[in-house]
Nanobody, 123 residues
Framework: QVRLVESGGGAVQAGGSLNLSCAAS????????AAWFRQGPGKEREGIAT???????NYIDSVKGRFTISRDNAKKTLYLQMNNLKVEDTAMYYC?????????????????WGQGTQVTVSS
C-alpha cells in the first residue's frame, strides 16, 4: 500500500510560482511511476505531467515550459514546480502513482492517490 500526501498549494497572483510536493509512504518509491493531475472548478480531472521510474518527464501542452515534474526517490518525494501561473491553472492538484510503467494521463490507470492540495491563481 502506498500513502501519498501533497503539500505546497496556496493562493498566488497570475505570473507567480508554487512548488508542490508529494510525500510517499512506501518502502521503495522508485518502483512507482508517478504523475500529477488536477481538477478545476466544474471540470473533469486531467493528467498534466508524468514521470518515469528513473525521472523522465512528460507534459501536456498547456503546462509545457511552465511546469516541471521531478522526483527524489531517496526522499520518496514527487515535486511539481509551477511557474508563470495562469488563472486557468486554478484547481485541486493530486499526485498519483502506479506500479506499471508507461506514460498515461488516464486516472483509471493509477492505483494510489493523494488527498489533493488547492492552488488558486488570481488575476
Amino acid at each position: 500500500q502506498v500513502r501519498l500526501v501533497e503539500s505546497g498549494g496556496g493562493a498566488v497572483q497570475a505570473g507567480g510560482s508554487l512548488n508542490l510536493s508529494c510525500a510517499a509512504s512506501v518502502y521503495s518509491f522508485g518502483g512507482y511511476y508517478a504523475a500529477w493531475f488536477r481538477q478545476g472548478p466544474g471540470k473533469e480531472r486531467e493528467g498534466i505531467a508524468t514521470i518515469s521510474f528513473s525521472g523522465v518527464p512528460n507534459y501536456i501542452d498547456s503546462v509545457k515550459g511552465r511546469f516541471t515534474i521531478s522526483r527524489d526517490n531517496a526522499k520518496k518525494t514527487l515535486y511539481l514546480q509551477m511557474n508563470n501561473l495562469k488563472v486557468e491553472d486554478t484547481a485541486m492538484y493530486y499526485c498519483a502513482a502506479k506500479t506499471r510503467g508507461g506514460v498515461s494521463y488516464r486516472d483509471s490507470d493509477y492505483t494510489f492517490w493523494g488527498q489533493g492540495t488547492q492552488v488558486t491563481v488570481s488575476s
